[in-house]
Structure formats: C-alpha cells, structure tokens
T-cell receptor
C-alpha cells in the first residue's frame, strides 16, 4: 500500500517556469527518493536525500526534506518540454531498501 | 552499459492461465526488486532478493504469486491462475547494494493484460 501522498496530482506550466511538487509520508525513514516516469513505463532515479539531510541539489532539481513534518518537496527550475512526465516520491524504511511510493504528480510543460 | 531488461514487454493472457515474467538485472547488482503498477493501487512493492539471503516476500498479494532468482542474476516472477485484477505493469529494478540505501535502476516493465 502507498505510504505517501503527493500534491498536486497534476501540474501544467509553461516552459521556463518552475514546477514544485510535494510529498508527505507517515513513518520514519532511512531516505527519500524522487523518480521520473515517462509514458507509464520504467522509472528513472532523480535524486536521493537521507533522513539527516535537509536540502539537496542536482542540476535544475532541488529537494528539501522536513522530517518533523514528514514531508519533502521537489522543485524543477527553468522547466523544459522534456520534463513532461510523472514524478514519484518513494521512501525507504529499512536496510532492505524496498521503495514505498507516493501516488505521483503528472507534470505537463507546454512549449 | 546495459540496463535492466524485462521480457516480454507486453503479455495478454486469458483468465486462469499461468504467466512468467523475466528480469535481467544490471550485471553485478546484488539486489533485485519486483514492483507492480496499476491504476487502482499505484506503485506497489512485491518481492526483494539480496544475494543469497532469503527473499523478502512481504509484498506478494496472494499465494498465486511467486518469484525466484537463479544464480544471483536473472529473476522470474510467476503468476498462477491469473485473475483480471492482476492486470498491471510489472516493473523490475536492481541496485548495487543495500543497507545504506541507494537508487534503484528500473527496467521498462512488462504490461500484463488478463482477459
């Protein structure tokens, strides 16, 4: 079952704008990861943030983590049409590293 | 290098038949995971293999589902007596290590349709 909730469920923006999506979860975590999925098939790992980290950057991506609020956000700056995809947060809670996913945010970047 | 591969990419089967889905992980990756994605349930963990340890089967939805991993590499997910609610995309992922946590590398998935 899904542990996380993401909002918004869908987001439509113009190319060049920033896109922000949020993820909330219910339990303690080892780390939180963000994945992108194009066309409903394989997922691509974007960024991982550990439970003792508060912010992380990777290129145009910025992730924050607030363990007191059990929430995370993903910011995509200067969006491009190629960023159109579904974005999922996922948490890990134990050494096995199995992922528990949120419901995802569908992002449409209009050229 | 080669990524995670899965076969078949699509499978249509009649209710009640058995199906086998295959996953070839990235060479050298010790951890292998199966997930499924359906409209109603989203992305769900099914089973996890790590080296020679006993698999974590906690996500398997029923005893009709089983999986094995031979020689620490290729894995097969078997669904017996398929039901319409088994229709989903089945995703395999591998990872070079566990314990400290890390990213998983996903295959393109197998879309299973049970008619």
């Amino acid at each position: 079952s899904q542990q996380g909730e993401e909002d918004p469920q869908a987001l439509s923006i113009q190319e060049g704008e920033n896109a922000t999506m949020n993820c909330s979860y219910k339990t303690s975590i080892n780390n939180l990861q963000w994945y992108r999925q194009n066309s409903g098939r394989g997922l691509v790992h974007l960024i991982l943030i550990r439970s003792n980290e508060r912010e992380k950057h990777s290129g145009r991506l910025r992730v924050t983590l607030d363990t007191s609020k059990k929430s995370s956000s993903l910011l995509i700056t200067a969006s491009r049409a190629a960023d159109t995809a579904s974005y999922f947060c996922a948490i890990t809670r134990d050494a096995g590293n199995k992922l528990t996913f949120g419901g995802g945010t569908r992002v449409l970047v209009k050229p | 290098g080669a990524g995670v591969s899965q076969s078949p990419s699509n499978k249509v089967t009649e209710k009640g038949k058995d199906v086998e889905l295959r996953c070839d992980p990235i060479s050298g990756h010790t951890a292998l995971y199966w997930y499924r994605q359906s409209l109603g349930q989203g992305l769900e963990f099914l089973i996890y293999f790590q080296g020679n340890s006993a698999p974590d089967k906690s996500g398997l939805p029923s005893d009709r589902f089983s999986a094995e991993r031979t020689g620490g590499s290729v894995s097969t997910l078997t669904i017996q007596r398929t039901q319409q609610e088994d229709s989903a995309v089945y995703l395999c992922a591998s990872s070079p290590r566990t314990g400290l946590g890390g990213e998983q590398y996903f295959g393109p998935g197998t879309r299973l349709t049970v008619t």
